[in-house]
Nanobody, 125 residues
Framework: QVQLVESGGGLVQAGDSLRLSCAASGRTFSPYAMGWFRQAPGKEREFVAAIISHSRNTYQTDSVKGRFTISRDSAENTVYLQMNSLKPEDTAVYYC??????????????????WGQGTQVTVSS
């Protein structure tokens, strides 16, 4: 069984930065992709960013391009989401996820097999 544990969330002011971490543990885990999603109160879970394990190609949703960066440390089995220039609309619970199947669209939540418990990010204006 694979466990994903997020950390690094918190309360910050607009314009500040945060770095989220997602540590994978359990059985040997070699995902096709790792992703970050977020869910704000009353809204559906939305894609934020993803990284393909073998190519290191990254993808971000338009609203975070130029501000958020996803990266992965394979040796540590950890994925990071560096978030700069945070805005109040970035406030949400952020979830880390892992996709096992090859070549699935990485922006779609149902393509991910493993999920963390989430970490709250709150950005005040």
């Amino acid at each position: 069984q694979v466990q994903l544990v997020e950390s690094g969330g918190g309360l910050v002011q607009a314009g500040d930065s945060l770095r989220l971490s997602c540590a994978a543990s359990g059985r040997t885990f070699s995902p096709y992709a790792m992703g970050w999603f977020r869910q704000a109160p009353g809204k559906e879970r939305e894609f934020v960013a993803a990284i393909i394990s073998h190519s290191r190609n990254t993808y971000q949703t338009d609203s975070v391009k130029g501000r958020f960066t996803i990266s992965r440390d394979s040796a540590e089995n950890t994925v990071y989401l560096q978030m700069n220039s945070l805005k109040p609309e970035d406030t949400a619970v952020y979830y880390c996820a892992g996709a096992s199947r090859f070549s699935v669209p990485v922006s779609i939540a149902r393509n991910y097999d493993y999920w963390g418990q989430g970490t709250q990010v709150t950005v005040s204006s």
